[in-house]
């Protein structure tokens, strides 16, 4: 995993153009369960979207600056999107264990998925519960 991993992962999430559709819901659902699933196994209860570097490798700020963009051409994602956006590359930029942790996240992001958390659940854009911690 690299720097180039990490720009065409950005790539992929900038050129998106999916809207979410409350069709592909078991979908979405399934993917970020997969993701819970696999963070539970390897972090155990620590924060839902955490940084699997512990804080030892920061974004590029090109890359830091990317994310802002997206952010800015997408005014109705949660902020939970950029601090996915944020922790998927810094996975992808590490080379321990979480590397891939993201990725059903990703998957589900590529796919329209649009999400937030509160109280540590995972809510659907429309609202809908997903799963929790």
Known sequence: MGVQEAELAMA????STAKFDSGMYGFYRTKIREY???KKA??????????????????PE???????????????????MKR????????????????RLYLPLAESVLEG??????TGFFYLEDGYPVSGH
């Open 42 to 59: 390897m972090y155990g209860e620590q924060p839902i979207l955490l940084d699997v570097t512990g804080g030892r490798i920061e974004l």
């Open 84 to 99: 996915f956006a944020e922790c998927y590359l810094l996975s992808l930029l590490s080379d321990g264990p979480g590397a």
């Open 12 to 15: 992929a999430l900038e050129s």
């Open 113 to 118: 998925c649009r999400f937030y958390l509160e």
């Open 36 to 38: 819970i699933s696999f």
């Open 62 to 80: 090109q890359l830091s600056e990317r994310i802002e963009c997206w952010m800015t051409n997408h005014p109705s994602y949660s902020p939970y």
